[in-house]
């Protein structure tokens, strides 16, 4: 006999399911241009009206208040993460200008050669599919806001802001990191056109302090050698070749750091707006680490065969960034396993299991309660149940909010998810 499938076990089937449908209507795109156009839409309505229709009934709208404030503070961070991000991207591009790109050759990487030796001796078809934009940034983005509204579904634990946070705010300190990482040491790009063909108003000169610190000492050993002995940059490097200064304010001092040209220094705004991914090798993939993040936060919150699916496709994602030259492997590798690593470092943090001050101080009671009933101190005893009287009704108390506040939060929360959800993937729909 076939044992039949409870609801929340149908529900949870259906969130794999629909995270199939979506990354395959979406490659649709290639396959069926015309299959593509119909599909789509017909597809985001049905995700958009379940979950519509089961907000009335979710029952942990408290739950999301209370995470609602840790919430809004994580996107707040990712925010700045990112704006610093942006600094540092165009700061590692322009101060060595383009004529270092354009004469610095790519680094040897191990893995583009294995990718290079595997199409020469697996057959057609699987290089084909190896090759395939199956899935992107914003798929991964989109997998986990599929993962954080099925906690309408039940299909996930609740809070599902909760979740959105500890996600947030763990890509947050990731891309930080990432800054840090790839500001502290500038590596050539593995597409030694793409500084030229995007930031094609940096000065091709470099920075003054390259001029002093870096380029006498760029390709000649003695020099460096003689650097290490004096440990001071001793060679004369000439007549510094000035950079212009623009006027920005108080913002003025990032004239120093981005480099802007006549034509471009009128906002520094605009200007970071304008670095996109950036041109140097950035340590580690930004996409890989996104990537990653969705995986370990399905892994957690859902398991399951999808759960294994979405592994596959980050490991196809990560051989795609290597083969298209975007990232050499260890930018692939570094992101996998920094992923990973956030991601359980930020679990004491955000943990459904941690307790209230209310449980804490009842759990202090009941202890209390234990020790008096073995001692026989009917008093104690006494005054101990009418603390717990007392903690009970404040904790009750203090859980009430009006239906009409709740309705118009729940509300608001949906309608500003659903615009956080739609800004990102038009922001991140090229990748």
Known sequence: MMRRLSPSQMSGAGLGIAAISYVAVDYMRYMSPWGHSR????????????????????????KELRAAIPFLASIFFLLGALL???????????????????????????????????NES????????LRAHIIGLHHFLMLFVMLGFSVVFDSVKAPGLGLGARYIFTMGLGRLLRAIT???????????????????????????????????YAKDPSAIRQLLHWDAAYADPGNYIGDYRADWGPMSFLSDFLRPSYSEGSSWFALLKKAGGGCNDLLYSGHMLVAVLTAMAWTEAYGGFSSALIWLLVAHSAQREIRERHHYSVDCV????????LWKMTGFI?????????????????????????DSDMETVRRLVEEMEVSLGEE????????????????????????????????????
């Open 334 to 341: 570094v992101a996998i396993y920094v992923g990973i690593l």
């Open 84 to 118: 610093f991000e942006a600094l540092c991207v165009r700061s590692v591009t322009a101060v060595l200008g383009l004529d270092w790109h354009r004469d610095t050759s790519p680094l040897p990487d191990t893995g583009q050669w294995f990718l290079l030796a595997l």
């Open 396 to 431: 009750k108390q203090s859980g009430v909010v009006s239906k009409r506040a709740m309705t118009v939060f729940a509300c608001a929360t949906v309608i500003t998810t659903l615009g956080i959800v739609i800004l990102a993937l038009t922001l991140t729909s090229d990748g």
């Open 182 to 216: 790839f500001v502290s040491t500038i590596l050539p790009s593995a597409r030694p056109w793409c500084a030229s063909a995007r930031f094609n108003n940096v000065p091709s000169h470099p920075h003054r302090w390259a001029q002093k610190y870096y380029v006498p």
């Open 350 to 374: 955000w943990s459904n299991k941690r307790k209230s001050k209310q449980t804490v101080r009842l759990e202090k009671i009941q202890n209390r309660l234990i020790h008096a009933a073995k």
């Open 39 to 62: 599909l789509q839409p017909v597809l985001w309505s049905v995700l958009v009206l379940a979950v519509v229709t089961r907000v009335p009934f979710y029952k942990h709208w408290s």
């Open 122 to 129: 697996l057959p057609e078809a699987i290089v084909e599919i």
